[in-house]
């Protein structure tokens, strides 16, 4: 037959998965299972990684029988509780303003929440510990003013008290991105039945809408409590001066503290974090049903609001108050603190911090790295998840799913305890040993990071593409390869690069996992702000750096909104004249898409 | 143009499977219609002819060129088969406008622009929407939607076009329009054409030939007018409209004719035998509710293809009446021409109470009954609480037909 040279022959198809399947998932495992098993293995050695050892319980029988980790247990649970309890309060109360009332403010709460939610945790943190942690911030001078006597420390942030307070600012716009969904999406009608049977606003709110928020509720602060519970920054900043340990603090300070790093002792008690959260991911997958939250419709009820009278100058009032103190204090204190050559001294400010840091070589090779971490690091994060998630939706080989759980198993390691993995990985391993102490160890592990979260973006924007769209190209005469650049890519270049750029944000500005793998020679930005900041007494430095990343970020921002507007332009400018194809409707808007991409996080 | 030939195809998805050792053969230039109920296999055997779906077993070829072959482990991806497919959901695509939606079969044909525009132009002119070229193809109508994925299909000059359910999406009336259409441009174009539906007024008036399949294999094939009139099993008879059904048993076969009593009772039906009938087997009499008539009592003289019946139920449907009869123990319908249409005057004037129910001889055929032993323990169907029978579940329900031989 003729036509035999263009019929191709399949090595047994259904037996095989595809090629390109095979090699993602390889590439996953090795990413994401390598670190995982060798903090496991890591804590049954008698070694530092890379040394030769043997194997031994000493370590983990030492940190289990030490009454030291309960008590980090026990704050812990009390610091993420806490910080989860006001945060979800203060989310649906924020929630609930934008989607019922005539607050006149209220237009202003998601944009100040996703600012807020973008300001990585370590500004925040440091900016606080320089508002009230010393004699000079700030708060304390003021203090000082209005009280009288010498400076000194009044309102001190090293406490319990402070590190719920800044922890809790973090926390509530990410519960305010998640919930605004589920409360915009309360039946209505079951809110006038109440109000026409003569209930009263407030209370119809308590009784009728609260009940029906609760399984939203309850699922996400369980999420919540978990990711809080792995979250070393906040704590290490503010709460190991005043010697609260949680977890993480404690990982970090078996590693830094001493003399000689305890590798066995950090890496055991990172297996209890992780049981601890991996039991609770499981429990609430049981109870809950696994339903999943935070798949949001985006819809919106254009429906009458609640005249709340003059509680809407409350409310108001509330906004000011939050915005004041989780955006404009913070970061007016870094601003004017980097400003000041001596940091608390307010009679001249010049730009003396900045022009040494530039001529700095550490400092400028940081923002580099950052830089190239967070631009590449998104992007490989994202297109790493875009495979994944592509896989699992298309592929009909068994093998389809392992990478997807694969990445899943990533989110029950908080950065640390991931940093902690990819040393060992890392150190270990011969081959691998060579990337240590470069910058690739820093992205690779950041990377792995960030992809449940990027995973979780991308997925539903995979979901959103039908089928058939595919297939119509095949048939159309595309090939699989041509199909997934000429249609899959286009329809979902939006989420592509909202995905991107949230998730290079949150590289970027990542100390949690970089504090373990970024040294002298791959410094990044929060790395060198916080190692300024706690130990070389060079706070004005630090404050200094974290503006120059915040204004990085934002330029970014500014030019990659422009560019893509840009793009747009020119290809409806080309489609009048020919017909073209146009460009997709505006980068991910959608609350629905924010939220997702907050809640892998 | 093409031939399409399909031999053993066989599909599973797990344990079950979706087409069973089907053969089909689709003439050059044929419009072929697959019908069948819902979840029969219908659409899994258009995605292996289109290659979007890899089978387990059997060939698939067009004009004579083997596009699959599960043997030889032999497969034509899809983009290299040469065909059009209009999809169910159409799948136009969101980020194109309509003449980029239909001119990207061409650009990936490599045809060159200035060709590529007038064969678009071509394309968008033959199906009406010319005036629409520049806009997002999402933006239009359902059936303006439909138009453009045709439209599509169409402008490579396949060899094969491919429908899913083309007018499933329509309402009514477009439906109607939107048939007639694509009958014409397959008169234009005489392109081998694939279509499938689960609409039995669809196939008929869409297609060359129609292919009745049933659990993944082939029930019967044939013109429209052969499958209408004359089914050949009890199943293609449910699925094109024969509705009413009577218990019997053959007593006599003569001429091409059998004779079938009716079970409790001592009339005889001349009738059609469905297929090869043994004497004394034990049949259904499938008929069409309009072709069963009712003639006052007064009548009845005990000749052949008449029963006595008690009408149960009498109710105006405007231009026909239904009466629901209860013959010897069984339901049976009949549609009757009402005097608004002029139909017989009795129906104007049979109330309740004792009629002569006439069956028709040619339109009446009897096919071996499949649950014999069931329908024996229950002579009469259930009846509702208005009195109106309860669908007759042995009738052509396909789960429960796949039935033991008992
Ligand atoms: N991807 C799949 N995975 C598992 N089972 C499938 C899949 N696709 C189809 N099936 C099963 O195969 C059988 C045939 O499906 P098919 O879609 O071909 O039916 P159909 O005749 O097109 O029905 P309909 O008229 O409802 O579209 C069904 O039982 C269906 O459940
Ligand atoms: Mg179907």
Same mark, same amino acid.
């Given at each position: 037959?003729?036509?035999a040279?263009s019929?191709?022959?399949?090595p047994?198809?259904?037996?095989? @998965?595809p090629?390109?399947?095979v090699?993602?998932?390889?590439?996953?495992?090795?990413l994401?299972?390598?670190?995982?098993?060798m903090?496991l293995?890591?804590?049954?050695?008698?070694?530092?990684p890379?040394?030769a050892?043997?194997?031994?319980?000493?370590?983990?029988?030492?940190?289990?029988?030490?009454?030291?980790?309960y008590?980090?247990?026990?704050?812990?649970?009390?610091?993420?509780?806490?910080?989860?309890l006001?945060?979800?309060a203060?989310?649906?109360?924020?929630?609930?303003?934008?989607?019922?009332?005539?607050?006149?403010?209220?237009?202003?709460?998601t944009?100040?929440?996703?600012?807020?939610?973008a300001?990585?945790n370590?500004?925040?943190a440091?900016?606080?510990?320089?508002?009230a942690g010393?004699?000079?911030?700030?708060v304390?001078d +003021?203090?000082?003013?209005?009280?009288g006597?010498?400076? !000194?420390?009044v309102?001190?942030?090293?406490?319990?008290?402070?590190?719920?307070?800044?922890?809790?600012l973090?926390?509530?716009? *990410?519960?305010?991105?998640? +919930?605004?969904?589920p409360?915009?999406?309360?039946?209505?009608?079951?809110?006038?039945?109440?109000?026409?049977a003569?209930?009263?606003?407030?209370?119809?709110?308590?009784r009728?809408?609260?009940?029906?928020?609760?399984?939203?509720?309850?699922?996400?602060?369980v999420?919540?409590?978990?990711?809080?519970?792995?979250?070393?920054d906040?704590? +290490?900043?503010?709460?190991v001066?005043?010697?609260i340990?949680?977890? @993480?603090? !404690?990982i970090?300070?078996?590693?830094?503290g001493?003399?000689?790093p305890?590798?066995?002792?950090?890496?055991?008690?990172?297996?209890?974090?992780?049981?601890?959260?991996l039991?609770?991911?499981?429990?609430?997958?049981?109870?809950?049903g696994g339903?999943?939250?935070?798949?949001?419709?985006?819809?919106?009820?254009?429906?009458?609001?609640?005249?709340?009278?003059?509680?809407k100058?409350?409310?108001?009032a509330?906004?000011?108050?939050?915005?004041?103190?989780?955006?404009?204090l @913070?970061?007016?204190?870094?601003l004017?603190?980097?400003?000041? @050559?001596?940091?608390?001294?307010?009679d001249?400010?010049?730009l003396?911090?900045?022009?040494?840091?530039?001529?700095?070589?550490?400092?400028?090779?940081?923002?580099?790295?950052?830089?190239?971490?967070g631009? *590449?690091?998104?992007? =490989?994060?994202?297109?790493?998840?875009?495979?994944?998630?592509?896989?699992?939706?298309?592929?009909?080989?068994?093998?389809?799913r392992l990478?997807?759980?694969?990445?899943?198993?990533?989110?029950?390691f908080?950065?640390? *305890?991931?940093g902690?993995?990819?040393?060992?990985?890392?150190?270990?391993?011969? =081959?691998?040993?060579?990337l240590?102490?470069?910058?690739?160890?820093?992205?690779?592990?950041l990377?792995?990071f960030?992809?449940?979260?990027?995973? !979780?973006?991308i997925?539903?924007?995979?979901?959103?593409i039908?089928?058939?769209?595919?297939?119509?190209?095949?048939?159309?005469?595309a090939?699989a390869?041509?199909?997934?650049?000429?249609?899959?890519a286009?329809?979902?270049?939006?989420a592509?690069?909202?995905?991107?750029?949230?998730?290079?944000?949150?590289?970027?500005?990542?100390?949690?996992?970089?504090?373990?793998?970024?040294?002298?020679?791959?410094q990044?930005?929060?790395?060198?702000?916080?190692?300024?900041?706690?130990?070389?007494?060079?706070?004005e430095?630090a404050?200094?750096?974290?503006?120059?990343l915040?204004?990085?970020?934002?330029?970014?921002?500014? *030019?990659?909104?422009?560019?893509y507007?840009l793009?747009?332009?020119?290809?409806?400018?080309?489609?009048?004249?020919?017909? !073209?194809?146009?460009w997709?409707?505006d980068v991910?808007t959608?609350?629905?898409?924010?939220?997702?991409?907050i809640a892998?996080? | 143009m093409?031939?399409?030939?399909?031999?053993?195809?066989?599909?599973r998805y797990g344990?079950?499977?979706?087409?069973?050792?089907?053969?089909?053969?689709?003439?050059?230039?044929e419009?072929?219609?697959?019908?069948?109920?819902?979840?029969c296999?219908?659409?899994?055997?258009?995605?292996c002819?289109?290659?979007?779906?890899?089978?387990d077993?059997?060939?698939v070829?067009?004009?004579?060129?083997?596009?699959s072959?599960?043997?030889?482990?032999?497969?034509v991806?899809?983009?290299r088969?040469?065909i059009?497919?209009?999809?169910q959901?159409?799948?136009?695509?969101p980020?194109?406008?309509v003449?980029?939606?239909v001119?990207?079969?061409?650009?990936?044909?490599?045809v060159?622009?200035? $060709?590529?525009?007038?064969?678009?132009?071509?394309?968008?002119e033959?199906v009406?929407?010319?005036?629409?070229?520049?806009?997002?193809?999402t933006?239009?109508?359902?059936?303006?939607?439909?138009?453009?994925?045709?439209?599509?299909a169409?402008v490579?000059?396949?060899?094969?076009?491919?429908?899913d359910?083309p007018?499933?999406?329509l309402?009514t009336?477009?439906?109607?329009?939107?048939?007639?259409?694509?009958?014409?441009?397959?008169?234009?174009?005489?392109?081998?054409?694939?279509?499938?539906?689960?609409?039995?007024?669809?196939?008929?008036?869409?297609?060359?030939?129609?292919?009745v399949?049933?659990d993944?294999r082939?029930?019967?094939a044939?013109?429209? $007018?052969?499958?209408?009139?004359?089914p050949?099993?009890?199943?293609?008879?449910?699925?094109?409209g024969?509705?009413?059904?009577?218990?019997?048993?053959?007593?006599?076969l003569?001429?091409?004719?059998a004779? /079938?009593?009716?079970?409790?009772?001592?009339?005889?039906?001349?009738?059609?035998?469905?297929?090869?009938?043994?004497?004394?087997?034990?049949?259904?009499?499938?008929?069409r509710?309009s072709?069963?008539?009712?003639?006052?009592?007064?009548?009845?003289?005990?000749?052949?293809?008449?029963?006595?019946?008690?009408?149960?139920?009498?109710?105006?449907?405007?231009?026909?009446?239904?009466f629901?009869?209860? /013959?010897?123990?069984?339901?049976?319908?009949?549609?009757?021409?009402?005097?608004?249409t002029?139909?017989?005057a009795?129906?104007?004037?049979?109330?309740?109470?004792?009629?002569?129910?006439?069956?028709?001889?040619?339109?009446?055929?009897?096919?071996?009954?499949?649950?014999r032993?069931?329908a024996a323990?229950?002579?009469?169907?259930? /009846?509702?609480?208005?009195?109106?029978?309860?669908p007759?579940?042995d009738?052509?329900?396909?789960?429960?037909?796949g039935?033991d031989?008992?």
């Open positions: 037959m003729n036509a040279a019929e191709a022959r399949l047994s198809l259904r037996r095989l @998965p090629p390109a399947l090699a993602l998932t390889v590439v996953v495992l090795v994401f299972g390598l670190p995982i098993v903090l293995a890591g804590a049954f050695r008698s070694a530092p890379g040394s050892g043997q194997w031994t319980f000493s370590a983990v029988a030492a940190v289990y029988s030490d009454a030291d980790t008590r980090t247990l026990g704050n812990s649970v009390v610091l993420s509780a806490s910080q989860h006001v945060g979800i203060l989310g649906v109360f924020f929630a609930w303003i934008v989607a019922r009332t005539n607050t006149p403010l209220r237009r202003l709460i944009p100040m929440m996703v600012v807020v939610f300001i990585p370590l500004f925040v440091i900016s606080y510990g320089l508002l010393s004699p000079n911030g700030l304390n +003021l203090a000082v003013d209005l009280l006597g010498r400076p !000194r420390v309102v001190d942030v090293y406490s319990w008290w402070g590190l719920i307070f800044v922890s809790s973090k926390v509530v716009p *990410v519960m305010y991105l998640l +919930l605004l969904g409360v915009l999406a309360l039946n209505r009608s079951l809110e006038e039945a109440a109000v026409m003569g209930s009263g606003r407030a209370r119809t709110f308590l009728i809408q609260l009940p029906l928020l609760a399984p939203v509720l309850s699922g996400l602060a999420l919540g409590f978990v990711v809080g519970l792995g979250l070393l906040t704590p +290490l900043i503010l709460g001066p005043a010697d340990y949680v977890f @993480p603090s !404690r970090y300070s078996y590693l830094a001493g003399t000689s305890r590798y066995a002792e950090a890496s055991a008690l990172s297996l209890l974090l992780v049981a601890l959260i039991l609770l991911v499981l429990a609430r997958a049981r109870f809950l339903r999943d939250f935070t798949t949001l419709t985006g819809k919106s009820y254009s429906s009458e609001r609640w005249d709340i009278g003059a509680w100058w409350a409310c108001s509330a906004i000011v108050v939050f915005a004041f103190f989780a955006l404009v @913070p970061a007016g204190q870094l004017v603190g980097s400003l000041q @050559p001596i940091f608390g001294v307010s001249k400010y010049n003396d911090n900045y022009r040494t840091l530039l001529e700095d070589s550490t400092a400028v090779g940081a923002i580099g790295n950052t830089l190239l971490i631009v *590449v690091g998104g992007f =490989v994060a994202t297109t790493l998840a875009l495979f994944v998630a592509y896989a699992a939706r298309r592929s009909r080989s068994r093998l389809r990478p997807e759980l694969s990445v899943w198993l990533v989110v029950a908080p950065g640390i *305890v991931l902690l993995g990819t040393v060992w990985a890392y150190l270990s391993i011969p =081959v691998l040993r060579q240590y102490g470069s910058l690739w160890i820093v992205l690779i592990a990377v792995v960030i992809s449940p979260t990027a995973g !979780r973006a997925d539903g924007a995979v979901v959103q039908d089928r058939e769209l595919e297939e119509a190209a095949r048939i159309s005469g090939s390869t041509r199909t997934l650049i000429g249609v899959v286009r329809l979902i270049a939006p592509f690069l909202a995905t991107w750029f949230v998730t290079g944000v949150a590289v970027a500005g990542n100390l949690d996992v970089s504090i373990l793998l970024s040294g002298p020679g791959n990044t930005v929060p790395v060198l702000t916080y190692n300024y900041y706690s130990q070389n007494g060079q706070t430095q404050a200094a750096l974290l503006c120059i915040m204004a990085i970020v934002a330029a970014l921002f500014v *030019v990659g909104r422009g560019l507007a793009v747009g332009a020119v290809l409806a400018h080309r489609r009048r004249r020919k017909d !073209r194809p146009q997709p409707a991910g959608g609350r629905g898409r924010r939220a997702e991409v892998g996080g | 093409a031939e399409v030939r399909v031999e053993r195809l066989t599909k344990s079950a499977t979706a087409v069973d050792e089907l053969d089909l053969t689709v003439r050059d230039g419009f072929l219609t697959l019908l069948g109920p819902s979840g296999g219908k659409t899994t055997t258009l995605r002819i289109a290659g979007l779906e890899e089978p077993a059997g060939t070829s067009i004009g004579g060129r083997v596009m072959a599960s043997e030889r482990k032999l497969f991806r899809p983009e088969r040469d059009g497919m209009v999809f959901s159409y799948a136009l695509w980020h194109m406008t003449s980029a939606n001119a990207y079969p061409l650009k990936l044909r490599r060159p622009s200035a $060709e590529r525009d007038r064969r678009v132009g071509e394309m968008l033959l009406g929407l010319a005036e629409f070229a520049g806009r997002s193809a933006s239009l109508s359902g059936g303006q939607q439909q138009r453009v994925a045709v439209a599509r169409l490579s000059a396949p060899r094969v076009l491919l429908f359910e007018l499933s999406n309402d009336r477009l439906r109607a329009t939107m048939g007639a259409e694509l009958r014409a441009i397959h008169a234009r174009t005489g392109t081998t054409s694939i279509c499938v539906t689960h609409d039995q007024t669809e196939a008929l008036t869409l297609s060359d030939r129609v292919v399949m049933r993944g082939v029930e019967q044939g013109t429209p $007018e052969e499958i209408f009139v004359t050949r099993t009890r199943f293609v008879a449910h699925f094109v024969f509705d009413a059904a009577l218990p019997g048993r053959v007593v006599e003569d001429g091409g004719m004779y /079938v009593r009716i079970d409790g009772t001592d009339r005889v039906v001349r009738c059609r035998p469905g297929s090869d009938l043994p004497l004394d087997a034990a049949v259904d009499l499938m008929l509710s072709a069963v008539s009712v003639q006052p009592a007064e009548h009845d003289d005990g000749a052949l293809n008449r029963v006595p019946g008690v009408v149960v139920d009498r109710a105006f449907q405007g231009e026909t009446v239904q629901t009869l209860d /013959v010897a123990g069984h339901r049976l319908l009949a549609q009757v021409p009402s005097h608004a002029g139909g017989q009795e129906a104007g004037r049979i109330d309740e109470g004792p009629v002569e129910v006439v069956l028709p001889e040619a339109g009446a055929f009897a096919f071996l009954a499949e649950h032993a069931h323990e229950r002579p009469a169907a259930p /009846v509702g609480p208005t009195g109106l029978p309860l007759a579940d009738l052509g329900l396909p789960t429960t037909l039935g031989p008992r």
